[in-house]
């Protein structure tokens, strides 16, 4: 059993930074993704990143430009530094892994943008 946690979301103004973090309760090198998603309300679950064990990473529309994906092994987190945020990133952001055969989501972290 692999247990996410995501912390880092808040209130931002338009324009401004939040890094959220994904702490992982096993080796992350061990899974064979890592990806970062998040929900509107009223819209469907969206891909934003993809950290493959293959190496690299595979962004999605809302990440490419302003978002960077990176990982710290030695902590077993994954992070999402995003910028230049607009009130259309409000979401609840989730991070998945996929770990042996199964994948796992963690209870995801609120980020709202004011404009």
């Known amino acids: 059993q692999v247990q996410l946690v995501e912390s880092g979301g808040g209130l931002a103004q338009a324009g401004g930074s939040l890094r959220l973090s994904c702490v992982a309760s096993t080796n992350i090198p061990s899974f064979r993704a890592m990806s970062w998603y998040r929900q509107a309300p009223g819209k469907q679950r969206e891909l934003g990143a993809v950290w493959s064990s293959g190496g690299g990473t595979n962004d999605a529309d809302f990440v490419q430009g302003r978002f960077i994906i990176s990982r710290d092994n030695a902590k077993n987190t994954m992070y999402l530094k995003m910028s230049s945020l607009k009130p259309e990133d409000t979401a609840v952001y989730y991070c998945?892994?996929?770990?042996?055969?199964?994948?796992?989501w963690g209870q995801g972290t609120q980020v709202t943008v004011s404009s």
């Open positions: 998945s892994a996929t770990y042996q055969s199964a994948t796992y």
